[in-house]
């Protein structure tokens, strides 16, 4: 009952080079420093076998106008079909891990396998964050990252749905008023 969840498009590569990305709703931030964040996938999954061989693993984070390709990305499978080829997402090198990146998804975060967990269905790939891209249009002049405008979705209970506006900032609670 942890929901919601992101859905996120994981790009991996395999041994020899070819792309694969599936949809991953079982992610998330695990440390700070250094940062690191977690994927759990069936070992039954391409991804988890060229994430297994390769240790790199890109969580992209889609924008509502990829929600249906990111659907797609999670019920097909890497082995039938190139579901870059099928659905028309650019993939382009990332700055530090051989997995590719997704041009259309406005956040790119790049990831180097650190320890594994075998955890029954799932393996849980624990991976320390080595670099992050996130488009332009979403850092405000003061530097902050204004996800307000990223237009993310989220992942509950079999349905997507989009994340709203913001209804407090953390510590605003205990703030004094001026």
Same mark, same amino acid.
Request: net charge positive; proline share 7%.
């Given at each position: 009952?942890?929901?919601?969840?992101?859905? /996120?498009?994981?790009? +991996?590569?395999?041994?020899?080079?070819?792309?694969?990305?599936?949809?991953? /709703?079982?992610?998330?931030?695990?440390?700070?420093?250094?940062?690191?964040?977690?994927?759990?996938? @069936?070992? +039954?999954?391409? +991804?988890?076998?060229?994430?297994? !061989?390769? @240790?790199?693993?890109?969580?992209?984070?889609?924008?509502?106008?990829?929600? @249906?390709?990111?659907?797609?990305?999670?019920?097909?499978?890497? @082995?039938?079909?190139?579901?870059?080829?099928?659905?028309?997402?650019?993939?382009?090198?990332?700055?530090?891990? !051989? /997995?590719?990146?997704?041009?259309?998804?406005?956040?790119?975060?790049?990831?180097?396998?650190?320890?594994?967990?075998?955890?029954?269905?799932?393996?849980?790939?624990?991976?320390?964050?080595?670099?992050?891209?996130?488009?332009?249009?979403?850092?405000?002049?003061?530097?902050?990252?204004?996800?307000?405008?990223?237009?993310?979705?989220?992942?509950?209970?079999?349905?997507?749905?989009?994340?709203?506006?913001?209804?407090?900032?953390?510590?605003? +609670?205990?703030?004094?008023?001026?």
């Amino acid at each position: 009952m942890l929901y919601p969840v992101p859905a /996120a498009l994981v790009t +991996s590569l395999s041994r020899d080079g070819k792309p694969n990305v599936c949809t991953v /709703a079982w992610t998330g931030t695990v440390c700070s420093e250094p940062p690191m964040l977690s994927i759990s996938l @069936r070992p +039954s999954r391409l +991804s988890h076998e060229n994430v297994m !061989q390769t @240790r790199q693993f890109v969580v992209n984070m889609p924008a509502e106008a990829l929600i @249906r390709k990111t659907d797609y990305c999670g019920v097909v499978s890497g @082995r039938d079909v190139d579901k870059f080829a099928q659905t028309g997402m650019t993939i382009a090198p990332a700055s530090k891990v !051989q /997995a590719p990146i997704i041009l259309e998804c406005p956040i790119n975060i790049e990831c180097q396998v650190r320890k594994t967990l075998e955890l029954g269905t799932h393996t849980m790939f624990v991976a320390e964050i080595v670099a992050v891209q996130v488009n332009k249009d979403l850092i405000t002049p003061s530097g902050r990252f204004a996800i307000e405008k990223a237009g993310l979705f989220a992942y509950v209970h079999g349905g997507y749905y989009p994340l709203g506006e913001r209804l407090g900032k953390f510590g605003y +609670s205990v703030k004094k008023k001026k």
